[in-house]
């Protein structure tokens, strides 16, 4: 079965870390960019993140711009979201997404989605 799977979700206090990861089953991320998205309740979902699909390009939105780090291994077939100094409107589901031949920007559609992770960040 061809999926992302994504993991490292939890809670955490402000200011803490949390690392997502986003791992293909059935098929190799070596092609394929990842974006990551968030969707906070009552709220419409947001671009995070992405990294092209050679690892050279990556952005950022401005609201995680300094706190956020997203990086891939290819031979661990694995994306990483590494979230620092966590805020509690970072709280929300996470999502990765590839794109075929991908570059660092944000797409309309997507090959393959996770079912998301949820992160949320409380005292």
């Known amino acids: 079965q061809l999926q992302l799977v994504e993991s490292g979700g939890g809670l955490v206090q402000p200011g803490g870390s949390l690392r997502l990861s986003c791992a293909a089953s059935?098929?190799?991320?070596?092609?394929?960019?990842i974006c990551w998205f968030r969707q906070a309740p009552g709220k419409e979902r947001e671009g995070v993140s992405c990294?092209?699909?050679?690892?050279?390009?990556?952005n950022y939105a401005d609201s995680v711009l300094g706190r956020f780090s997203i990086s891939r291994d290819n031979a661990k077939n694995t994306v990483y979201l590494q979230m620092n100094s966590l805020k509690p409107e970072d709280t929300a589901v996470y999502y990765c997404a590839a794109k075929l031949l991908g570059g660092d920007q944000y797409y309309a559609n997507y090959d393959y989605w996770g079912q998301g992770t949820q992160v949320t960040v409380s005292s």
């Open positions: 059935g098929f190799s991320l070596n092609y394929y960019g």
């Open positions: 990294i092209s699909h050679s690892g050279l390009r990556v």
